[in-house]
């Protein structure tokens, strides 16, 4: 079955960086959509970014010029580099397989148990 794995997380001071990993099973990255959200404490889960089969990537304005998606076809991985990192950027990232319909967006698959990243002021 399909297991999607978040890694990488952990506190960092503002200002500071943490690269992201999410390791996928029973899947092939690079001929699926593939996205990372977040959700914070209190608030809905977010799509932050995303890639495409074709390479092409979204951000949320909120982490647009801070944060990049990329995957590694040969490890079956997608990341996500962030930089400059916010207080408001606290909360538990998760990695999904994507859908288009409806004129947006959609995560497919079963969420996995997300990476915790915290950023102190």
């Known amino acids: 079955q399909v297991q999607l794995v978040e890694s990488g997380g952990g506190l960092v001071q503002a200002g500071g960086s943490l690269r992201l990993s999410c390791a996928a099973s029973g899947m092939i990255v690079s001929v699926n959509n593939m996205g990372w959200y977040r959700q914070a404490p209190g608030k809905l889960r977010e799509l932050v970014a995303r890639?495409?089969?074709?390479?092409?990537?979204m951000y949320a304005d909120s982490v647009k010029g801070r944060f990049t998606i990329s995957r590694d076809n040969a490890k079956n991985t997608v990341y996500l580099q962030m930089n400059s990192l916010k207080p408001e950027d606290t909360a538990v990232y998760y990695c999904n397989r994507l859908l288009f319909s409806g004129n947006s967006w959609h995560a497919s698959g079963s969420w996995g148990q997300g990476t915790q990243v915290t950023v102190s002021s």
């Open positions: 890639i495409t089969i074709g390479g092409s990537t």
